[in-house]
């Protein structure tokens, strides 16, 4: 498991099973830099044979994917009200 | 169809801005309503955390150092100038911080915001949790309500209070904020660690509730801008990095291993030593200050707190809750004095500039506009700190040669670290144009 898994399995979330995340496949498709695969402090996005794969489950409400973006492809907003990730120190 | 309004006013974000216009609104026998999209309020706020400014806090709530969940009182600040094997601390220890009026304490959010939005409750706000607002209602060009993801979502008030944050949709569908550059916006990743309290005050020489916060620059981000920090907590201790996403994209650094980076430094491993991780958080600090701030009002609408950019950098002070709250109590004045005529329109609500000046925000923001620029030197982020401890190390590296002077060391310090003459000179009228 990742550093930064393991540090994600540290925090409590209310899963929603509707992502807040998206993406344009295409956009990600022609993106050349992709940074989001290095700035999200989660690890949620990931690289498969090409391929953008991306979860919302364990996203840390930052926002920085869409703002890191170059392609304007992620579309991130807040998560429906009492879901996602709930800070208890924080 | 035009709803019967429900409120006078509705908050989005009960942070520590929205809690503090619910909180003067509530008072004043305004109906307001507070939204919060977390299941609690602070459920969703990170910041280092330290606040400041807390005479303010005492005229908005008597006896507020008593009765608020704060952690430690700061009497330590540290400011250290680091390099990937050295370090040079300034280590100001102050007694008198540790009575009133205090100069700051240390706070884990989700404590703190939950207590000032209880107040705002006590008052009568309404606080409804777990519900986030998913766009502006608007007659014509007038917002008049939000609409939220609760069953019959749409709420409807005379005027929006936008305390939704950094990330602010609101505010951006409301035309006043535009997209963020990359440049003036930093991102924060943090953790708490545990240690018992008994260890935190030798480790960190501090009686009872006393505290330490310790703020870097240097190495500890690589070459991404930013810096580190440590604050003690009664428990635990928050530990971060805070680093500018425009040249963490440019270098490629992930946020974590920047966070490794500061964690084992040999100045703060030994601070650490022993500690439990309970909690990674992750933020966004909007540090561009007067140069982003957005409209601040539009008609039927105020934007406060880190949603209007209120967090100031300069380099000693890293600052925003108190502006927030003052943010708050200045929107809520507006909203108030507005009620009195019943305009809420554009022109109406741009008395906001005026409370915001009452407590000097825009003096002061505009004082330090150009301390962003200045933070983001690559001399001041990471060669004047290689420079000072280069020099401290050579003043104390005795070998069986004659021992050089001082000045021959600072020279040759300064050469070493590639720095000349002319380019001191260059930031120096860079610092006297930021600072004086």
Redesign the interface.
């Known amino acids: 498991m990742s ?2 898994q393991e ?2 399995n ?2 409590r979330f ?1 899963l929603d099973h509707k992502s807040h995340i998206t993406i344009d496949p295409e956009k990600c498709a022609a993106c050349t ?1 992709k ?1 989001c695969l ?2 999200c ?3 949620m996005f990931t690289l498969s044979e090409e391929e953008l794969l991306y979860s919302h489950e364990g996203c ?5 994917c869409y ?2 973006c170059p392609k304007g492809s992620v579309d991130w ?6 879901f ?7 | 169809m035009k709803q019967a309004k429900q409120f006078e006013v509705i908050v989005v974000g009960a942070g520590p801005a929205g809690a503090t216009a619910a909180l003067k609104l509530a008072r004043a026998g305004r109906k307001v309503a507070l939204l919060e999209r977390g299941e609690y309020p602070g459920a969703k706020n990170v910041s280092g955390a330290a606040i400041y400014g807390m005479d303010f806090m005492e005229s908005l709530i008597p006896r507020f150092s008593r009765q608020a969940p704060l952690e430690r009182c700061i009497t330590r600040k540290i400011l250290g100038f680091m390099t990937p094997a050295s370090s040079l601390l300034i280590d100001f220890k102050n007694d008198p911080a540790a009575t009133p009026p205090f100069h700051g304490f240390s706070v884990l959010r989700p404590k703190f915001d939950r207590w000032l939005a209880e107040q705002a409750e006590q008052a009568g706000a309404v606080l409804l949790c777990g519900t986030t607002a998913t766009g502006l209602i608007r007659e014509k060009e007038q917002v008049v309500g939000v609409r939220t993801d609760r069953a019959q979502g749409d709420l409807w008030a005379d005027t929006v209070i936008a305390a939704d944050g950094v990330n602010s949709f609101l505010a951006k569908e409301a035309g006043l904020q535009r997209a963020f550059h990359p440049h003036e916006i930093s991102l924060g990743v943090k953790e708490i660690i545990h240690l018992p309290a008994p260890v935190i005050e030798d480790r960190f020489q501090l009686s009872g509730n006393e505290g330490t916060a310790l703020e870097t620059v240097g190495a500890i981000t690589g070459k991404v801008n930013g810096g580190g920090f440590l604050y003690t907590n009664r428990d635990s201790l928050s530990l971060g990095v805070v680093c500018q996403i425009s040249t963490m994209m440019q270098y490629r650094a992930k946020p974590d291993d920047l966070l490794e980076l500061f964690k084992n430094h040999p100045t703060i491993r030994p601070l650490i030593r022993g500690g439990r991780t309970k909690e990674y958080s992750a933020h966004m600090v909007p540090e561009g200050g007067w140069k982003m701030f957005p409209r601040l009002y539009g008609p039927g609408m105020l934007v406060a707190g880190d949603a209007a950019g209120f967090v100031l950098v300069t380099g000693y002070l890293l600052l925003g809750i108190n502006f927030a709250m003052m943010s708050g109590a200045a929107a809520a004045d507006t909203v108030l004095e507005a009620g009195q005529k019943g305009d809420f329109s554009s022109k109406s609500l741009a008395l906001y500039e005026k409370y915001l000046n009452r407590y000097h925000l825009f003096t002061t923001f505009k004082r330090f506009k150009h301390t962003p620029e200045f933070v983001s030197n690559p001399n001041v982020q990471n060669i004047y700190p290689e420079f000072v401890c280069r020099f401290m190390e050579s003043l104390y590296q005795v070998t069986e040669g004659p021992i050089p002077g001082p000045a021959a060391l600072g020279w040759s310090a300064l050469k070493q670290s590639g720095l000349s003459a002319g380019k001191v000179a260059k930031d120096m009228v860079q610092i006297g144009r930021t600072f004086l």
């Open positions: 550093r930064v540090k994600i540290l925090v209310h830099t940074p290095f700035a402090p989660a690890g840390l409400e930052c926002g920085t703002v890191v907003h807040y998560p429906r009200g009492g996602g990730v709930s800070f208890r120190e924080a």
